[in-house]
């Protein structure tokens, strides 16, 4: 079980706090409004925290040092991305995901390694992929065999700095295509894998499982 902090108790912070509590998950979600902490099911048992999400003592009464994961889904990209920035670069909390809703600012929150969802594209599901690293792959295309899927695959932060070659090699699945600051790209196999990149990889619906654990891992050091 681990615990995961969401900042913003409105539609999306509401279905993430009840999806991760359902999966045996410690949650604390925090509001500026108390009253927002209404749309939570009456049988919600985390921690309800009424402040403002970027403020130091805030997080840490939401327990923001011991979480596996931090969301910033509040109406305000500003302190969505300012809370991310706290929480990452203070509390060094690993998996962070902030909501925007300008995406022309997309590139520049990229550039300071902070995944960002757009609200014209946004979804629960798209925040649980980013904070889950762990969970199953959610595909967003599958061939007419239903063999081969094109997913968006989490990286372990270890990958930086590795080369596209290595990551097919390690997976022997294909990367399709990065995105990165907002745009898609066309990879080579010298292309490094970037923080803030987004890796679309083509693989076998039967080893994603496979695939997903090898990249949610520091890769693998090869032998002298």
């Not at 279905?15 to 099911?41: K, N, P």
């Not at 011991?66 to 060094?92: P, Q």
């Not at 590795?162 to 066309?186: D, S, W």
Request: glycine residues 8%; proline residues 4%.
């Amino acid at each position: 079980m681990a615990h995961f902090v969401i900042m913003g108790c409105g539609r999306v912070g509401v279905t993430l706090a009840h999806t991760l509590e359902d999966s045996g998950h410690s949650v604390a979600i925090i509001d500026q409004d108390d009253r927002a902490f209404r749309r939570l099911r009456s049988g919600f048992t985390g921690r309800k925290v009424t402040g403002v999400g970027f403020d130091r003592e805030t997080l840490k009464r939401a327990e923001i040092e011991k979480a596996y994961a931090f969301a910033a889904v509040s109406s305000g990209d500003n302190s969505n991305i300012l809370a991310t920035r706290v929480a990452r670069e203070t509390f060094h909390v690993q998996h962070v995901v902030a909501r925007i809703y300008d995406p022309g600012r997309a590139e520049i929150y990229q550039r300071l390694g902070i995944p960002t969802v757009a609200a014209v594209r946004w979804s629960a599901d798209q925040v649980l992929r980013r904070i889950l690293p762990e969970q199953s792959i959610s595909s967003d295309y599958r061939e007419a065999s239903g063999r081969l899927i094109l997913a968006e695959v989490p990286l372990d932060d270890a990958w930086i700095g590795h080369n596209i070659a290595a990551i097919e090699k390690a997976t022997g699945a294909r990367v399709a295509y990065l995105t990165r600051f907002g745009e898609g790209m066309l990879p080579a196999a010298d292309t490094s894998y970037q923080q803030g990149d987004t890796v679309h990889m083509m693989l076998p619906v039967a080893g994603s499982t496979d695939v997903n654990s090898v990249l949610a891992k520091p890769p693998a050091k090869e032998s002298e």
